[in-house]
């Protein structure tokens, strides 16, 4: 007879997909935001007098705002293939490999992205003068 499975492990794998879950969730949103951001910033430059609308910080906006999208999607999809994998090991009375390629690719992912996204606002801002540069 198979000992009783402590539903313990399976409650904390399960804890752990859904807060991969909302961090992709939270990525996808703020990719959206990022990516409208662009817009609000031409809007704004063409009220501004004397500042040019900047086509290309509008579509640098728009590449930061899908790959944030895209970013979403696969801690999300990592989230599921680890959730699965680990569910299929607790299952088998298997020891759960706790490999960090996933997050690892993730953080560092998420780390060129926030490195973007400080160029993009760093140029976006300077021509409004709200660094204090002008």
Do not use: C, K
């Not at 909302?22 to 996808?28: D, F, I, K």
């Amino acid at each position: 007879m198979r000992p009783a499975r402590d539903a313990r492990y399976d409650w904390a794998a399960e804890r752990t997909l859904l807060a991969w879950i909302r961090t992709g969730l939270a990525m996808m949103g703020f990719g959206f935001v990022v990516a409208r951001f662009g817009a609000f910033l031409r809007v704004l430059g063409g009220s501004v007098p004397g500042a040019a609308p900047d086509a290309g910080q509008s579509s640098a906006s728009m590449v930061a705002g899908v790959l944030m999208v895209a970013f979403g999607v696969a801690a999300n999809v990592v989230a599921v293939q680890r959730f699965l994998r680990n569910h299929r090991a607790l299952s088998r009375g298997e020891p759960v490999d706790p490999s960090p390629a996933g997050p690892v690719a993730l953080a560092l992912f998420a780390a060129f992205l926030g490195a973007v996204l400080v160029l993009l606002l760093g140029g976006a801002l300077l021509p409004f003068g709200f660094t204090g540069a002008r």
